[in-house]
């Protein structure tokens, strides 16, 4: 018999060894602590009582659309050796979507193994940034700057640069919810604590290490600025590196000049992001549209059926919404959970969706549902990856 | 004594594959060399000091799409210079003169690949992502295109372009800009995709119902590794087209270890392994030679007006403040303005990042690329929302 349920303190004994299979994790006593911290984020899926498969979904906070909404960010789903391939990750994920439904939750995102895997429950790869590793000589500017180190407790300064930063992107981490740390998780974080140097830069900031595993680069793990001057500032700082590192490892937004000259010639491997709207109505509500629309969506969506339906949405400057619309009205647009967020967080164009047969229907609608975020891309600062 | 700047003529052959020897590689067969560069002669300029050809570009006509529009873009291609001449300026002095004749003839927009993306972005030339080129194993191509193994693709093998597939390609291309349409007739754009000049082996063709691909299969330089089969050029024009397609190359499974391809943006296969599986390849630039041509060719989505200072030193006749007149209905209008209060001001190269997507305009002002009004500079950057860029490999120029 199957259950999902929350973990609680007697079933660590049995996740520590399926998380330490899956992801080498040593049987600690660190692991068994870091357990009991996030218990209320782990749902277990159990077989005849047993301990089979968990999955992680942290509470964090993310700015969309130059909001704050709430993000399930989907982690450490380990299932045990011996139960692999019988469904154990599908119902925890079924149980996750309605829990974050129940609270309120529209989105889940998360960093796949596979994007194949997760894309079967309706994430959707998405591009998030640019991780590039540039020689440190196309760094330099001219600006002069003073940079001093900040204590990395204290974020009375860099919080506010970070904060102001990251809501120009969409699902970029707040870090202000106390979810996995917060900031802490940008400027000491496990393992690097004692390396990484926060360097405040006048209006802007940077955490960054030395990387001496082979030839030695200057890893940027975070950054953030609040105008041109303090972006030429930062990046003065990073080339004031050259001499000690020869490259800078440094994941860029969208749009940012340093993308548009570099994107495609010194772009390394990364992690993916993939996208899940669990609930449109709490994601669509406080997001504003350019203009206004309004049209009628079918959402094929069986893993979430209180969104399996069509929608009518009304879209503009003043807010959005998404309602059920009454069995038997005809939708203008029809697409699936992956085009849904393809065409919401800009993976795909209206037209791609409909050549690639992700959707169907009115390139208008999708045209309309594109517009939406169209001006907060999608970027995941390397610090929040989870 | 000054250089002399004209175009080159067939008695000049002997010496532009001098300097192109010297720039790119040793040219060991000249006569074919020869033969391939011919039909690009009309398209040069050259910088010749005592008779010698010292620096030479060529600027090609291309049929491009833009917007779902057809135009005229200028190719830059073929940019060498002799190794006594380089840091010269003579490139740059090429460039000027091509950005006037551009304009004469009333084309907005020029493109290139770059062999080191600063050096023309001095000259006014943006990067602009161009896809995503894709190595991957053909399992991992199978699974995201979510195709099967099983069944026959209604695959025929094709030695030449089939009106087929060129109806395919003018369907693909179209919802790209900067594609090429491939029939301006100024080169055998088809004969080039099966078998470039200097190959000694054609690619391989196959038509599909609604799709296509021209491949080979090449033999990597090391063992134990095996083949990667590269596809060179492939459309699709529906989606059945589209699974049709990938079925076709998954098929390829345990006959080669890769498949290197060159995806849209927005392509299903792209989202699931650009962060993965992206290998280096030739970056694309753009630039507004004219910004009067180059605005009134894109389609607007609603009516705007603004006025924007422009600074671009290569081309005084961009450089200075203007009205512009966006239509819904399509096209635009562009006339000097007497203002000395715009609603923006930026550079050409961060114009060119606006209109083609490169840069929204919220990111163009928080990083100093552009200063004044965000709400008046973003109908600016809806022109291609529609019509991303992408332009093929294989077109590449």
Redesign the interface.
Known sequence: MREVRFLTGDDIDAAMPIRSFAFGHPMSQDHREFLERILAYVLGSFEGGRLASVATMWPFTAYVGGTRQGLGGLAAVATAPTERRRGHVAALLRRWFEVLHERGVGLSADSPFDPRFYARYGYQSVSHGHLVKLPVSVLATAEPYEAVEVDPDDHSQVGPIHAQFASRYSLALTRDDGTRGGMNYATQPPGLDERIVTALVGDAYASAWVDRSSEPYLFVRDYAYTSPAGRRRLLAYLASFAGQVDHVLIMLPPGDPLTAMYGDRYLQRMHGLQVRVVDLPATLAGLSAPAEAEFTLSLTDPDCPWQDGVFRLRLGPDGCEATLAPAGTTADVSLGPLGLAAALFGAQDPRSLLATGVAEGDVAALDALAGLLSRHPVYMPRADHF | MDHEFRPLTADDMDQLLDVRSVAYRPVEDRETAAEHLTWRMPYSLGAFRGGRLRSVTFMVPFGALLGGRQVRIGGLTGVATAPEARRGGLVAQQLRRWFADLREDGIGWSAEHPFE??FY?KLGY?????GHTLEMTPERLR??AGVTLAGDTGAEPVESASPAMSATFGA?AK?FSFALTRDDDIKDHWSFTFRRPWEHVAHFGYELEDAYAVVSVEDPPVDPSRATLKVRDMA?S???G??RLFAFLAAFERQVDRVRLHL?????IA????????V??P?LQVRIVDLRAALSVLPWQ?DASLTIRVVDKDCPWNDGTFDVELSGAGGATVTGSRSSDPDAALDVRALA?LVTG????????????AEGSVAKL?PLGRAL????VFKTHNDHF
């Open positions: 993306p600063t972005a943006q990067t602009v992502l161009n699974a995201s693909y919802r699709y529906s989606p059945a589209r699974r849209p943006p927005g392509d299903p989202l699931d392994r650009a962060s993965y599986q992206t280096h390849a970056e609603e990042a490169a840069a929204t305009p919220e990111s163009l002002l928080a990083d100093g690329w973003r929302a529609g019509h991303p």
